[in-house]
DNA sequence: AGCGAACCGTACGCCAGATCACAGTTCTCA
DNA sequence: TGAGAACTGTGATCTGGCGTACGGTTCGCT
C-alpha cells in the first residue's frame, strides 16, 4: 500500500522527520547469476609462478568436493588437512561464542585460496566454514603443498603478500569497528564486498547478500543493519532486492564511511 | 584513610554491593625494570637460519636510531623504508581518526620486528608508531632486506609464519570486540600482555602499562577501563600500581575472558 | 619543597545499538 | 497452490559503555 503521503516522502529533505522510511524494493531478479567456476588451478595468482606443466601435475592430483549451501566445510571437529581452492559458490567463514553469537571473518568468493595458515603452522582455530550456495572446491594435501610450494620461494613470497593483504584488512575492520558508528562501517563494508565481487563491465556493483549476512560480518544485529540499509536507499545511495545490493553511488558511501560519529 | 565498616569490606562476599570499592594501591616499583637489550640481529628468531656470519655481516650494515619517550617513530609523512628491528624499549603501533580518537594496535616489545609487510608489499597504512619508553632501533633497508632475506625460502617461511600468527591474533580481538562486554576483552588482554612480557620466573607477570594505555588497546574510554580493573583488584585476580598491572590468578582471568556477557 | 603533569577513582546523564516482538512479503518446494 | 521458510520493516524498551566532570594521589623536574 502506498503512503498516502507519498508526495511528501518522495521530496523530503536528507534529514527529513521519517528517518528511514519504507523503501519499494527491487523486484527483478535480472540476469542468472554467474558463479564463475573454472578450472582448477590455473586462474589462482597463488600459482602464477608455476608452469603449465606443475600445475597440470597438480591438477590431476587434487581431489575436488562439493557441499551444498548450509553444509559445514569444515569445523574443529574436522580439523583441516591442507589447503583449499574454492572454485565455485561461496564460502562463509565465521567463529562462534560459546552462547552462541557469531561473527563471520570473510565471505570466499571463487577463486579464493585458504587455509594458507596451516602451512606455514597455523591451525584455523576456532574458525568455521559454512557454504553459503552450493561449492565445489579443490584440496591439496600437506605433501603436495610442500613439494610444490613451501620449495619455491617465489610462491613463499606470495603467501606472506596475502597474509599481509589480510592483516591490513583486520586492523582496519578493528578499527572501524573500535570507532566508528554503524553507518560508516555499512558503507566500508559494502565498498568492500563491491570490490571483491568482481562484476560484469558497465553495471553497478551487486553484492548477494541478505541483511542477516551482513549483519554478521558488521557485528551488528539484523535490525540495525536493516535500519541503516533502508536509510541509504532511502537516499539513492543504494538499491535494494531480496538478499542482494546493488551500490549506486560508491562515492557517497566512501564519503559516508570515513565519518567517524 | 581506612574504611570504618572496614570489616565488611574485606570479608565481603564476592558479588558484594559495593562492585568497585576503593583499593590500596601497590606503592613498591620493586626493582628497576630491565629492559632488556641486546646485540641487534642475533636473538630475533626471523633470522635464526642465517649463519652467524650473515648475521654479523648485516649487523655491521644496519645503522641503529634512538628516540625518546613520546617522540613518533614514523607516520605517513615520514614513510617506512624497510625494516625495523626493536633493540631496547617498547613502541606503540597505533591508528587515528579523522576526529583523533584512537586505537592501538600493538605494543612491541624489545626482539619485535616490524614492517615486515613492506617488503611483500605492503604500507604501514595509516599506522602510526609513538615510542612509549625510550627506544633503540635498527634499520635495514629495502636492498639488505632483499639480499638477505626475499632470497632465502626459509626466512620467507618464517615471514608467512610471523603474518600469520598476527591474523590469528586480529581476528580473536575482532570477534571479542565485537562479541564480548568488556570485563572479557580486559581480562583476555591482560593474560595476552602477560605471555608477550616474559616475566622473570618466579615472580608474578607484570605489564607496565597505564589505564589509559591499556584502553587504547581495548578500543574502550580510560573511565571504564578503570571500572573494571578496580573490579578485578578487588576480586583478588590482580594487583595494581600506578601504571603497573600484576597478574594474581591468571585462571580467574581465563575464566572471565570466555564470558560473552 | 613545591608545582605541574601524569595517573587513578567515581559518579551521573545520555545514547547508539541490542533485545524483543510482530507483521508483511517473497521464495521454495512438496 | 498453499504452507512454511527465508527475508525484511518497524516499533517499544532496555542497557553497556561513552562523555563529562571533578577530586585525590604520585611522580618528575626546577
Known amino acids: ?45 597463488l600459482f602464477a609462478d608455476l608452469s603449465p606443466a606443475e600445475i597440470e601435475q597438480m591438477d590431476r592430483m587434487a581431489p575436488s568436493r562439493s557441499y551444498s549451501l548450509g553444509e559445514m566445510v569444515f569445523s574443529q571437529s574436522q580439523p583441516v588437512t591442507a589447503l583449499f581452492i574454492l572454485k565455485k559458490g561461496r564460502i562463509r567463514i565465521f567463529r562462534v561464542t560459546e552462547d552462541g553469537k557469531a561473527l563471520t571473518m570473510a565471505i570466499l568468493e571463487p577463486g579464493a585460496v585458504f587455509g594458507e595458515m596451516m602451512m606455514v ?20 594435501n600437506t605433501a603436495d603443498v610442500e613439494r610444490y610450494l613451501l620449495a619455491d620461494p617465489r610462491i613463499a613470497i606470495r603467501i606472506s603478500r596475502h597474509l599481509g593483504q589480510q592483516v591490513v584488512r583486520l586492523e582496519e575492520r578493528l578499527t572501524d569497528l573500535a570507532l566508528r558508528p554503524l553507518q560508516s562501517r555499512v558503507c566500508s563494508t559494502l565498498l568492500r564486498l563491491a570490490e571483491a565481487a568482481r562484476t560484469p563491465r558497465f553495471t553497478h556493483p551487486t553484492i548477494r547478500l541478505s541483511h542477516d549476512q551482513l549483519a554478521g560480518l558488521l557485528g551488528a544485529t539484523r535490525e540495525s543493519t536493516s535500519k541503516t540499509m533502508s536509510e541509504l536507499a532511502s537516499r539513492g545511495i ?22 567517524s560519529n
Chains 1, 2 share one sequence.
Not at 584455523?124 to 591439496?140: F, G, R, S, T
Open 1 to 45: 500500500m502506498m503512503d498516502p503521503c507519498g508526495e511528501r516522502v518522495a521530496s523530503a529533505p536528507l534529514a527529513g522527520e521519517r528517518p528511514w522510511s519504507p523503501q519499494r524494493r527491487d523486484p527483478e531478479p535480472l540476469m542468472p547469476i554467474d558463479n564463475g567456476s573454472f578450472s582448477c588451478l590455473s586462474e589462482v595468482d
Open 121 to 140: 603452522g597455523q591451525r584455523m582455530y576456532d574458525n568455521y566454514a559454512e557454504a553459503i550456495d552450493d561449492v565445489e572446491i579443490c584440496l591439496l
Open 238 to 259: 543504494i538499491r535494494q532486492g531480496r538478499a542482494r545490493v546493488v551500490i549506486l553511488d560508491a562515492d557517497a558511501l566512501g564519503q559516508l564511511a570515513r565519518q
